[in-house]
């Protein structure tokens, strides 16, 4: 029961942002791992939520289409995250650990923004990697067999007086299980999933929530004739 729920709250915890893993939504159940014989087959929890949040103010999209601006706040929107850039707009986002029952969970994602459009963006996970940390051990154990499938597509709509903002996220947490654990998938799969979705909104409103107020740091930076760096931390603009 632990190691299920860990997986749930570990995909609930990369819910904080808009990404898309190898597998996409949609496709064919993946099969158990040849390799792993202790493994039998594959269960999938399902979450996802669309929450809209109206903002005040001229210069959301300005904000929101800067890299310069914007990549930290989209990064740790909503949750303490440490990041630190791997390469063009890739980064290494270490998640807060998660404590359970006897051990931590940690997940560990490699993300890259992306911005194709003029009212919308995208945050690819490209790798993620979940940590199970327990007592006394040297070191964290990385747990294997797991797939996390999510979209979080962020929009911004013009209004009158402002915007409106809107995380579209879907998420699905694939785990193989034990050959131990003898009851069917379904039995897993509909609790876990409401659990899933439960995190999603809440972790939606949160994103949008710590966006905004991002955005309006910003906007009194440019107000005053400073520009914030991605640290946070306001350097004169030219």
């Keep these: 029961r632990n190691f299920m729920f860990a997986v749930v709250v570990a995909g609930a915890g990369l819910a904080w942002a808009p990404h898309s893993l190898s597998h996409p939504i949609g496709v064919q159940r993946p099969r158990p791992s040849r390799s792993r014989p202790d493994m039998r087959e594959r269960a999938q929890f399902l979450g996802g939520a669309t929450i809209s949040r109206s903002v005040v103010g001229e210069g959301l999209a300005e904000f929101l289409l800067s890299s310069y601006a914007s990549d930290g706040a989209l990064l740790g929107a909503g949750s303490d995250v440490e990041f630190k850039q791997t390469g063009t707009d890739v980064w290494e986002c270490q998640m807060p650990q998660i404590g359970m029952v006897g051990f931590t969970v940690k997940p560990v994602l490699t993300v890259q923004l992306e911005r194709a ?88 409103n949160q994103f949008l929530l710590s966006l905004e107020q991002s955005y309006k740091a910003w906007a009194r930076t440019q107000d005053q004739g400073l520009a914030p760096s991605l640290a946070g931390a306001p350097t004169l603009r030219d």
């Design 117 to 204: 459009g003029t009212s919308s963006l995208c945050i690819r996970v490209v790798s993620a990697q979940i940590y199970l940390l327990y007592p006394g051990a040297s070191k964290p154990q990385l747990l294997q067999g797991c797939v996390i499938d999510s979209a979080n597509i962020v929009t911004w709509s013009a209004r009158e007086g402002g915007w409106l903002l809107t995380s579209d996220l879907e998420l699905r947490v694939g785990v193989e299980l034990p050959r131990s654990f003898l009851l069917p998938p379904a039995s897993v799969e509909r609790p876990a999933s409401v659990i899933l979705r439960q995190f999603c909104a809440m972790q939606c």
